[in-house]
């Protein structure tokens, strides 16, 4: 809550100090938004609020002087290239992207157009942009990836009883084209930890079932559920699966934890939405994406979830609970 009025200040700050923006004749500006997830899903709801608040503080009023067209893939693969081409098709002043699908699709489309992204974990490896500080063409956004993280995902499952000796790292290949990347900072960290990792990739429910009960079945292993579309779609399959075989797992975002999952640690991902406004806002007053930096987290939250800690027979470490940021019982 106080990161995001720190937030808000800078943008009632970014307010005041801005000049008047150009309008079109009739008054209304244009964003087209690709979202990755489903519509009503309880944390897109959440994401949609800090985006909505973000564009109010900048003065942007849907169905005022701004116009959003809005569609939602459900993280089906068909349905990017579709909806991107819809967006396109309409003209909008500016695009936001909600994860890598959604960024390539809309990259198919349009290069002109500027898009402002979300929730992307590689934008250089996936040559979204050239660099950080210069992306260089008509992309820009926020990433949801710090290769620091890897190491502070593997620490906080060996800090708990039964002991993790191997992590399978569970993500879709199809919908996460720069988990290779991820792979090799988990790997880089995990002899630090003397522990073993491995991809797991799954593509639908029934591999999810099959990893978690051959991981369980085989002893000492733990989960690590990567940032990844594919995750977000079948959160609840993957957090039945865990508990059904008391795996010891660890999820990249708070929704996990709040919906039942042992231990999250990650960003503020309704955060990253807030913050995408001012980029939105920029780009509607003139701003070229290619002189905005990407920004990557620095901030992570930790949330322990005691309740299925106890239902699966986990002991949490007093020092990580004594460093977790929320602790639900």
């Given at each position: 809550m106080i990161r995001r009025r720190a937030v808000l200040a800078g943008i009632a700050g970014t307010l005041a100090s801005r000049p008047l923006a150009a309008q079109p004749r009739d008054g209304m500006r244009r964003l087209g938004v690709l979202m990755a997830n489903r519509a009503g899903d309880s944390v897109v709801k959440a994401y949609i609020a800090?985006?909505?608040?973000?564009?109010?503080?900048?003065?942007?009023?849907?169905?005022?002087?701004?116009r959003i067209d809005w569609r939602w893939t459900g993280g089906d693969p068909a349905l990017f290239?579709?909806?991107?081409?819809?967006?396109?098709?309409?003209?909008?002043?500016?695009?936001?992207a909600q994860g890598s699908p959604s960024v390539v699709a809309l990259r198919r489309k349009t290069s002109t157009i500027p898009i402002v992204f979300t929730m992307v974990s590689d934008p250089i490896g996936q040559n979204f942009v050239e660099s950080l500080a210069h992306p260089g063409g008509n992309v820009t956004g926020f990433s949801d990836f710090n290769p620091l993280v890897a190491g502070k995902w593997l620490e906080i499952l060996t800090q708990m009883t039964p002991p993790v000796a191997r992590v399978a790292v569970?993500?879709?290949?199809?919908?996460?084209?720069?988990?290779?990347?991820?792979?090799?900072?988990?790997?880089d960290a995990a002899p630090s930890f003397a522990v073993a990792v491995r991809a797991a990739p799954c593509r639908d429910e029934a591999e999810i079932e099959?990893?978690?009960?051959?991981?369980?079945?085989?002893?000492?292993?733990?989960?690590?559920?990567?940032?990844?579309?594919?995750?977000?779609?079948?959160?609840?399959?993957?957090?039945r699966a865990a508990a059904l075989h008391r795996l010891p797992a660890i999820y990249?975002?708070?929704?996990?934890a709040l919906a039942g999952g042992l231990i999250s640690y990650g960003i503020d991902y309704p955060e990253l939405f807030l913050h995408a406004a001012v980029y939105l806002d920029?780009?509607?007053?003139?701003?070229?994406?290619?002189?905005?930096?990407?920004?990557?987290?620095?901030?992570?939250?930790?949330?322990?979830?005691?309740?299925?800690?106890?239902?699966?027979?986990?002991?949490?470490?007093t020092a990580l609970l004594a460093t977790a940021d929320e602790v639900i019982e």
């Open positions: 800090a985006l909505t608040k973000g564009l109010h503080a900048l003065d942007w009023r849907e169905g005022g002087n701004l290239d579709r909806d991107a081409a819809e967006l396109v098709a309409l003209g909008p002043d500016v695009l936001l569970l993500y879709n290949p199809a919908t996460a084209p720069y988990a290779g990347e991820m792979m090799r900072a988990i790997e099959a990893m978690a009960a051959e991981l369980a079945h085989d002893g000492g292993g733990g989960l690590l559920v990567l940032t990844d579309l594919f995750n977000i779609v079948h959160r609840d399959v993957i957090l990249f975002a708070r929704s996990f920029r780009v509607l007053k003139g701003a070229s994406p290619r002189d905005l930096p990407v920004q990557q987290p620095n901030k992570f939250e930790l949330v322990i979830n005691l309740k299925t800690a106890k239902a699966s027979d986990i002991t949490i470490a």
